[in-house]
């Protein structure tokens, strides 16, 4: 699995890809019915995870909010992978262990931080859907839906009105005055969603090859999302909501 490679412009969806069928390919034989059995590689999570990332960094710094989140989310998972990569490789055992101890649901657990990473590529997946979807469709509006489908519910009305803020900050791009030169710079630096589209796709990709990396993309990490958000159900975490 390529760790150490820089990842190319564009090519963000396509090592996505690689490491999920790669991931697949590896992953043991358990039984289905036994969600303590299941195996969850913490490495391929977390690189998964750091592509998401470089993914929001296209779209802005309207997501840095939800970016900034999910980095420290993947350095709490990665410096106790670092720790005992031995005992640390199944994300489930991790989970597993800070239940027994009474930790899962306290203070910066692994727990909480694989919750919200789960989250946050369910966003990720929503938006890319939604895109090519409707490639037209403006891009504080495929943030705005994504967010509400998949964050917005976790979300308490703090977190929600923060994020609130910054999706709003978008919609200024039609209200912008002279009192507004700030958002106005702001807003030069959010690309519409054409030019997004363009950011995602290798210099000699098209569209209908973008849309096909997306389709498969979301074929294979939309069941990998449904096996963690499973084995979080199992250890009471599923619900777990932001102040």
């Known amino acids: 699995m390529k760790r150490?490679?820089?990842?190319?412009?564009?090519?963000?969806?396509?090592?996505?890809?690689?490491?999920?069928s790669m991931l697949i390919k590896l992953k043991p034989t358990v039984d289905?019915?036994?969600?303590?059995?299941?195996?969850i590689p913490t490495r391929p999570f977390i690189y998964v995870c750091n592509l998401v990332i470089q993914v929001l960094d296209k779209i802005g710094p309207t997501m840095?909010?939800?970016?900034?989140?999910?980095?420290?989310?993947?350095?709490?998972?990665?410096?106790?992978?670092d720790s005992d990569p031995s005992m640390y490789s199944n994300?489930?055992?991790?989970?597993?262990?800070?239940?027994?101890?009474g930790s899962a649901r306290?203070?910066?657990?692994?727990?909480?931080?694989?919750?919200?990473?789960?989250?946050?590529?369910?966003?990720?997946?929503?938006?890319?859907?939604?895109?090519?979807?409707?490639?037209?469709?403006?891009?504080?509006?495929?943030?705005?839906?994504?967010?509400?489908?998949?964050l917005k519910p976790w979300h308490g009305w703090i977190s929600s009105a923060a994020y609130r803020v910054l999706i709003r900050a978008l919609l200024l791009s039609s209200l912008v005055s002279q009192n507004l030169n700030i958002a106005a710079v702001a807003l030069k630096l959010v690309p519409d969603s054409k030019t997004f589209i363009n950011l995602l796709m290798p210099n000699d990709e098209t569209y209908d090859t973008l849309k096909e990396d997306v389709e498969t993309l979301t074929s294979l990490l939309v069941p990998f999302l449904e096996e963690i958000h499973s084995v979080l159900i199992l250890y009471g975490l599923d619900r777990l909501k932001s102040t």
């Open 4 to 20: 150490a490679r820089e990842i190319e412009k564009g090519s963000e969806i396509k090592s996505a890809i690689e490491e999920l």
């Open 32 to 39: 289905n019915h036994d969600r303590t059995t299941v195996h």
């Open 64 to 81: 840095a909010v939800l970016r900034q989140d999910i980095d420290q989310n993947i350095q709490r998972l990665k410096m106790l992978c």
């Open 91 to 101: 994300l489930v055992e991790i989970l597993k262990k800070e239940a027994d101890e």
């Open 106 to 150: 306290k203070g910066a657990s692994c727990s909480k931080a694989s919750v919200w990473l789960a989250r946050s590529l369910d966003f990720t997946a929503a938006l890319l859907q939604r895109l090519v979807v409707d490639p037209d469709q403006k891009m504080e509006q495929l943030v705005e839906e994504s967010y509400n489908t998949t």
